[in-house]
């Protein structure tokens, strides 16, 4: 539930002041507090959804809000993780912990380093079968929650094609 909050409160910042985002918020966690308890842990660990009318806040008498989009938006982006456990790993006696797409040794940032140099995903299945368009999105989803560490690659290294002069960077 503490996603779906932060969802709402950073998605509405361009429309509501803090002080309303803030007021919303508190109103929606008193009304799930006032719940039964198994209801209530259902609730906040996203595993049930409530009335609907629980969700509807009206903060004043020109706006009506539907809290329900930013849960059923949180609930998605969950199954979507959770997706990704199961395609993803990283295990130390598989490729010395590198992210692997599970039950094989092919490493994640590999094929999306393929892609990023304009490798299709038709060529990429031709030497890995088993690659859908779906895993690919889940590896970039991985490798967007999990950067590399480390010290990133110099300008030089990370982008050839510029010219590095006198400490200003000219694009070819």
Known sequence: MAAAFAKFYFDTEDIMVANTRKTILNTLLDRIQKLHEEDRNG?????????????QIHPNEFIEIDFNSFITDTKSRFK?????????????????GEAVFKGTRVPVHLVLEYLKAGESLK?????YPFLTENKIELAKLYNAL????????????????WRIQEKTIIQK
Do not use: C, F, Y
């Open 123 to 127: 060529a990429l299945q031709e030497d």
């Open 43 to 55: 609730i906040l660990m996203l595993r049930a959804t409530g009335r609907k009318k629980t969700w």
């Open 80 to 96: 979507q993780l959770e997706e990704m456990d199961k395609v993803i790993e990283r295990n130390p006696s598989i490729m010395q």
């Open 146 to 161: 999990h950067p590399k560490r480390g010290r990133p690659k110099s300008v030089k290294l990370a982008h050839p094609e």
